[in-house]
């Protein structure tokens, strides 16, 4: 059974399906913005906060410890967790704001800071813009094929990667993205890499040493979150919007969902969704058993495509008053 989890800046939402959907709240309080599951223990999910570090559950999310002691900073922006079934599988790593990224392979009972990532050339022109002072990890990506390979989103500046688990790296390439928000990998395809980018789309077939950018009728550039058919490495979703300025608050949000597949430019894919004004840019979810399933959350609750992101349908759960009033952060899909 496929559950879901969905950080909002309220709580943790799950979403857990029976004879009718039922909802929990966790993490009253404490703005979860990040969160991971194990795919060697699929129970066991991690979740990062702002500005109270990293949460672990052993339960499927009934109950949480704190497991953030050695992260030099409690802002936890992004987190994730190896997915290649060998001495690499279940390390965890985490991000945080100023930009710094940490791994533990005893399940976040310690930590080690991975410095050699803040001695990157590029790293003098990292900047988050709405704060120029600072910048932050917004996402990890750990690839399912390649033990120890994984790439690291800064916010804003580069998309690099490592090879060894962190120890080394390789930064950011010429023709590359700039400002990743979300990126992707898949085990049918070594190699790709997807980027949804504040400029634009971004495609890596060579794991990161180069990319191109298609855009065809992609008429909403500022990209937030992507995903790909679990069944089908050329099917991909993007949710976008002209700017930030309508991409995250509801209050004056406008967004919009687009697919691809091979052969086809992107075109819009908003069946079933609510109307792009007033919705913020949807984050996504798949799981691995599911084929041609996607999931995506908003303010609006959460949607489900059965045919690989054409059309959408809204699952049918009784949310809390209030938890989407200022948007959604994150969305993972785990089974049971």
Same mark, same amino acid.
């Given at each position: #059974?496929?559950? $879901?989890?969905?950080? %909002? ?20 309080? @404490? ?30 999310? =009934?109950?949480? &410890? ?15 967790? !190896?997915?290649?079934?060998? $001495? ?7 991000? %945080? &704001?100023?930009?710094?990224?940490? =791994? ?8 080690? /800071?991975?410095?050699?990532?803040? &001695? ?40 690099? =990667? ?25 085990? /049918?395809?070594?190699? =790709?890499?997807?980027? +949804? ?11 990161? &040493?180069?990319?191109?950018?298609? #855009? ?8 937030? !979150? ?22 995250? @608050?509801?209050?004056?949000? /406008? +967004? ?20 792009? @004004? ?59």
């Amino acid at each position: #059974m496929i559950s $879901l989890a969905v950080a %909002t800046r309220e709580a943790l939402l799950i979403a857990r399906q029976g004879t009718a959907w039922s909802v929990e709240q966790h993490l009253k309080g @404490r703005a979860p913005e990040s969160i991971a599951v194990d795919p060697s223990d699929p129970v066991r999910l991690y979740v990062g906060t702002w500005g109270t570090g990293l949460w672990r559950s052993s339960d499927a999310g =009934r109950s949480w &410890e704190p497991v953030g002691v050695g992260i030099p900073h409690d802002e936890i922006t992004a987190v994730a967790v !190896g997915r290649v079934q060998d $001495l690499h599988s279940g390390v965890v790593y985490a991000g %945080t &704001e100023p930009s710094t990224l940490s =791994r533990s392979e005893n399940g976040g009972e310690s930590w080690q /800071e991975l410095t050699a990532l803040l &001695e990157l050339p590029s790293s003098p022109s990292w900047s988050f813009p709405p704060k120029p002072e600072t910048h932050h990890v917004r996402w990890i990506e750990t690839d399912p094929n390649s033990a120890g390979k994984l790439y690291v989103a800064i916010e804003a500046g580069a998309l690099v =990667r490592s090879l060894d688990g962190g120890e080394t790296w390789h930064d950011h390439v010429r023709g590359g993205p700039i400002d990743t928000h979300t990126a992707a990998t898949h085990r /049918e395809a070594s190699g =790709r890499l997807y980027s +949804a980018a504040g400029d634009g789309y971004f495609e890596s077939h060579d794991g990161g &040493e180069s990319w191109f950018r298609p #855009m065809d009728r992609l008429r909403h550039g500022y990209l937030v !979150g992507v995903a790909v058919d679990p069944g089908d490495p050329d099917t991909v979703v993007v949710s976008g919007a002209s700017g930030p300025y309508v991409a995250y @608050r509801p209050s004056n949000a /406008e +967004a919009y969902l687009y697919r691809k597949t091979v052969g086809h430019p992107f075109e819009l894919a908003m069946e079933g969704l609510p109307d792009a @004004r007033g919705t913020v840019a949807s984050r996504f979810a798949t799981h691995p058993d599911e084929p041609g399933v996607f999931y995506a959350a908003n303010n609006y609750g959460l949607f489900r495509s059965q045919d690989a992101g054409r059309s959408w349908k809204a699952l049918k759960i009784a949310w809390p008053d209030g938890v989407f009033e200022r948007g959604v952060d994150a969305l993972v899909a785990f089974a049971e």
